[in-house]
């Protein structure tokens, strides 16, 4: 496999910003080279030598630069577009001479035009023998030659065997160091169709070449696969394919994704497709392969992109447990295949440090874990991971409430749409297999109505019938984002049970916290103080510190999800329960922190902060339905849970901790 890739990457001109935060993502992800356009048109507009002055050192000074140089200037092309051909076909190679004299020591090689069979970008309407396309590149790439730099033809898309021999009979191949090759299986090419592979293409192409050049290299300029049907494992798999081509060289399509408000060549939001190419999406957030990239390099992408293709035996029934690799999910994992089962476990990868998790299981039970790496709104892939499931665990979503306020519309898509895709797929067996889904607290809303006293380090509500917890009769009252998309797929997964008899329970959760959990300030905030805490880090509360909550080892909850699982295929009804650590484990952040102070032996620096929106002062659940329906009970302290995950992290995080100080009687 080869290791030498780039990215392209298109900037417009001002995106100083743009450029500044691509440069970083491209070099952190291992990357050695960047393929970028340098509009002819664009420069000779009003700011345009400016910008490029500015844009062309700044990427040149940081990664192998190949400049792709396209685009007539309107006023000088015969068609007044900037695909047309120029009236003084010379004019070319006087602008590209201009480039090497001004700007060259910035790279090495020059991209001559970009996909001159594609309308929009040559318009061989008017050049219908390629005539105009071979004097005007051809006499650039002579010039770039003489002058001691390379050429490179631009890539023809789709590719032509036909077309690429005509440049060698006219002598444009003879004078070029490298030649582009533009193809994307499964997104623009069909694989049903055109495309044959690689090996076969550039087979074709290799043999054009030895005709005319043998010296000349394949450089792959163009390929990529779209994510807009958020199957970003394929993506990662695609790429990893294009790294085994018989190619020089791989540039990836591209870094980052359109935003939804820049026009393609055919308009504005012509085809999807065109908006989901990226690495990492328009808001700049990585998707796998750009997370797979940076944690480990091409290394990581084999890895994964081989532990996701699950292999599974027709008798097989398997559990699936979706956010397999998160959190609750790997313990629940763990535990199932633990007892001798086959787990499909589902999971996009989208947490930092999950991946962990997916490779602590894989070596812990073998062929008997089989991955998919997917997301829930890929409808398709989560009909085929259900296709023989025999119970399902809907644990994956959206977690973070400050996410949903930042971006709605995802947190919907994911929460409610990716339940309803899981639900679906259940549904497309024709079985009744039963699933149990990870609801939230926050479907009982802030809980604004119920009056609070507050004491020394905690809040407490004022009727005293509370103390004991909120049970499910509490009215539902969504609020954030969050809340709501969490609250929609609730009550979906409980009407699918009376409009589809598919047995089903929800578990609206408190604060679990324990081992294999990668706390963040927005979610998981028991194992992110002590994370921060080890690690000799300030934490920040946000609200007074006096907000209450029933904390619950992830030891007990999977024993939840066990039992509640076994009432369901026993026959048991379908329902709402909470779950959580109860009074006896009804604590506030304080007192989290005074005791995470002990474990460790030294005082925290703790910084206040505003409160965030929906949050509770008090939540503790009534978990009484629960244990009398299944008989399940908390059994782990929140004292002893918090000194395990703190060994846990020792041992497996490398966060080591000083000894205790000895608590008073």
């Known amino acids: 496999m080869s290791q030498d890739f780039g990215f392209v990457e298109w900037f417009r001109p001002g995106e100083h910003d743009r450029v500044e935060e691509a440069l970083a993502g491209i070099r952190g992800s291992g990357a050695r080279h960047l393929r970028t356009h340098l509009s002819w048109a664009e420069y000779v507009a009003p700011g345009g030598e400016e910008w490029f002055d500015w844009l062309l050192p700044r990427l040149g000074g940081e990664i192998d630069l190949l400049p792709c140089v396209h685009y007539t200037p309107p006023s000088l092309s015969r068609t007044g577009k900037t695909s047309g051909a120029p009236h003084d076909l010379k004019a070319y190679a006087d602008f590209v001479d201009h480039i090497l004299t001004r700007h060259g020591r910035q790279f090495s090689h020059v991209e001559l035009w970009n996909e001159p069979n594609n309308l929009l970008d040559w318009d061989w309407r008017q050049d219908a023998d390629f005539q105009l396309f071979c004097e005007m590149v051809g006499g650039a790439a002579y010039w770039v030659k003489q002058r001691g730099w390379k050429a490179v033809l631009g890539g023809p898309c789709p590719f032509d065997p036909l077309w690429l021999n005509l440049m060698g009979q006219r002598g444009v191949l003879a004078e070029c160091a490298a030649v582009g090759f533009h193809g994307f299986p499964g997104t623009w090419d069909s694989e049903e169709a055109a495309w044959g592979g690689w090996d076969l293409h550039l087979g ?174 890929d409808a398709r892939a989560m009909t085929e991971a259900m296709r023989d499931a025999s119970a399902v665990f809907h644990l994956a979503g959206q977690t973070a409430v400050t996410t949903s306020l930042q971006n709605p519309v995802d947190d919907f898509e994911i929460n409610a749409r990716g339940t309803l895709n899981v639900l679906e797929a259940i549904r497309a067996t024709g079985r009744a297999v039963p699933v149990i889904f990870a609801s939230t607290n926050k479907v009982y809303g802030a809980l604004e109505d119920v009056a609070m006293v507050a004491e020394d380090d905690r809040h407490m509500p004022a009727d ?202």
Request: with cysteine.
């Open 204 to 377: 074709e192409m290799r043999a054009v070449l030895d005709r005319h050049n043998p010296e000349a290299e394949i450089w792959i300029t163009e390929t990529g696969y779209s994510t807009w049907r958020n199957d970003e494992v394929e993506q990662a798999r695609r790429f990893g394919r294009a790294l085994k081509a018989p190619a020089a060289r791989v540039y990836w399509y591209g870094w980052r994704d359109l935003a939804a408000d820049v026009a393609v060549q055919e308009g504005l939001w012509f085809d999807p497709r065109h908006y989901h190419l990226g690495a990492v999406d328009a808001a700049n957030q990585p998707k796998l392969l750009a997370r797979l990239l940076a944690a480990g390099g091409v290394a990581s992408v084999t890895e994964v992109t081989r532990l996701a293709a699950p292999t599974l035996s027709a008798a097989v029934k398997p559990v699936v447990v979706t956010g397999g690799s998160g959190f609750i999910g790997s313990n629940l994992a763990d535990d199932l295949l633990t007892a001798g089962q086959e787990v499909i476990l589902i999971d996009n990868l989208s947490r930092p440090g999950v991946d962990d998790n997916l490779r602590w299981l894989k070596a812990r039970h073998g062929e008997r874990l089989h991955p998919v790496v997917a997301d829930l709104r």
């Open 464 to 665: 005293p019938a509370l103390a004991a917890g909120v049970g499910e009769d509490r009215p539902l009252s969504f609020c954030t984002p969050y809340g709501c998309s969490k609250g929609v797929a609730d009550q979906y997964v409980l009407d699918y049970a009376k409009s589809y008899g598919i047995p089903s329970a929800v578990l609206r959760m408190s604060c679990i916290y324990g081992p294999r959990q990668f706390g963040t300030e927005d979610q998981g905030w028991v194992a992110h103080f002590l994370i921060q805490a080890l690690k000799g880090n300030a934490i920040s509360v946000y609200g007074d510190g006096r907000q209450v909550r029933d904390v619950l080892h992830v030891a007990d909850a999977v024993a939840a999800y066990r039992r509640l699982m076994a009432h369901l295929e026993a026959g048991g009804g379908s329902r709402a329960f909470n779950l959580g650590g109860g009074p006896r484990n009804a604590v506030s952040l304080r007192q989290v922190i005074r005791e995470i102070e002990r474990l460790t032996g030294r005082p925290l620096e703790v910084g206040f902060a505003d409160w965030r929106q929906g949050d509770q002062l008090y939540f503790v659940a009534d978990t009484a339905a629960l244990e009398a329906e299944t008989g399940w009970s908390a059994g782990i302290g929140w004292r002893e849970g918090l000194a395990g995950l703190a060994d846990w992290l020792a041992e497996h995080r490398g966060l080591g901790r000083p000894e205790p100080a000895r608590r008073r009687a």
